[in-house]
């Protein structure tokens, strides 16, 4: 989509430290990193948030969680724990709105968030 800066990251548009990719999912280190393993894994489709998932789009949740899966065991990060993280909408604070898994591991992490 137009305007849309995860759109531009999976074009090559917006540079971006690739860790993964295939037809349906692209996977990259988050920019401003919030652990000492923090990457995002977002759908090649354009879908604003949680809330337009659907019948017609939801089953890339199952296959980012497939990918998230592998990639933990990958980086090292499975086996001591991590956290998948969607924030939906502007309570939740996101600013991106191209839905996103964020995966953050390497250090304990707080519950409950800010
Ligand atoms: P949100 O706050 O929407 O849940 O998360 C958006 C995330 O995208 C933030 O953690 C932010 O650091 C990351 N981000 C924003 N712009 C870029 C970018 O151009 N490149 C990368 N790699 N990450 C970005
Ligand atoms: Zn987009």
């Keep these: ?3 849309c800066i ?11 430290k690739k860790i993964y990719e295939d037809d349906k999912v692209y996977a990259f280190y988050d920019i401003n990193p919030e652990a000492p393993t923090h990457f995002l894994v ?3 489709e ?6 337009t998932l659907d019948d017609s789009n939801i ?4 296959h980012i969680f497939k990918v998230i899966g592998k990639l933990v065991v990958d980086l090292g990060i ?5 956290r998948v993280v969607n924030n939906c909408g502007e309570d939740a604070g996101q ?3 191209h839905i996103h898994f964020h995966v ?3 250090r304990s992490l707080q519950w409950p968030p800010g």
């Design 1 to 3: 989509m137009e305007g």
């Design 46 to 51: 354009h879908i604003e948030s949680a809330n």
């Design 42 to 44: 977002i759908p090649k």
């Design 104 to 106: 953050l591991g390497g």
């Design 6 to 16: 995860f759109c531009k990251i999976i074009s090559g548009d917006i540079p971006s």
């Design 95 to 97: 600013t991106v709105k």
């Design 59 to 62: 089953d890339i949740v199952s």
């Design 78 to 82: 499975s086996d001591k724990g991590y």
